[in-house]
């Protein structure tokens, strides 16, 4: 039976009008993933079957120390990409591919690039989605553009995303 008025069931109730819940037994609780490891390097230098694991000589240069404000220490030399799942281009090789946890995903999968350059660093940004910034003293903070290089001495803050890490 229908109102002639309005359109509505007369026979109509709260209770008749509530639909069935289409996944009745679906009561899963997804758990947060456990802690792991904050930041992974690996080396991208391949040794041969009897050799020991040896850099190419690009990557004999300068050994630079990064401390993240994770806690984690890496050592590099070289180049790298730093994210949160680092993945270099088809065409590009690099000596490191440092992953970071960043739970918040402040930091990029792929956010920076670094290498050398005549004994000195550089970091370049990766196009990431909350930019790089390089703290150097005395001078101000420098906001990195995307795709060009920036020298970083050592002592120097370089900010990705909520994360930093100091050169040493």
């Excluded at 109730?13 to 758990?31: E, F, G, V, Y």
């Excluded at 391949?46 to 806690?71: D, K």
């Excluded at 960043?102 to 670094?114: A, M, N, Y």
């Amino acid at each position: 039976m229908f109102c002639g008025g309005c359109g509505s069931s007369t026979t109509a109730t709260p209770a008749s009008r509530k639909r069935a819940d289409p996944r009745p037994s679906d009561t899963t609780i997804i758990q947060p993933l456990p802690p792991r490891s904050t930041v992974i390097s690996v080396p991208f230098w391949p040794a041969g079957p009897n050799e020991p694991a040896a850099a190419p000589a690009e990557a004999l240069r300068t050994r630079y120390t990064l401390q993240f404000s994770t806690g984690e220490t890496v050592s590099v030399r070289g180049t790298g990409l730093i994210g949160r799942r680092p993945l270099p281009q088809p065409t590009e090789t690099f000596d490191h591919l440092i992953q970071i946890t960043d739970p918040g995903r402040s930091v990029s999968k792929s956010h920076l690039e670094f290498g050398q350059h005549d004994g000195e660093f550089w970091v370049n940004d990766r196009f990431s989605g909350n930019g790089t910034v390089v703290l150097q003293a005395p001078a101000s903070a420098v906001r990195c553009e995307p795709g060009q290089r920036y020298p970083v001495a050592r002592g120097s803050i370089v900010e990705i995303g909520d994360q930093h890490f100091v050169l040493r």
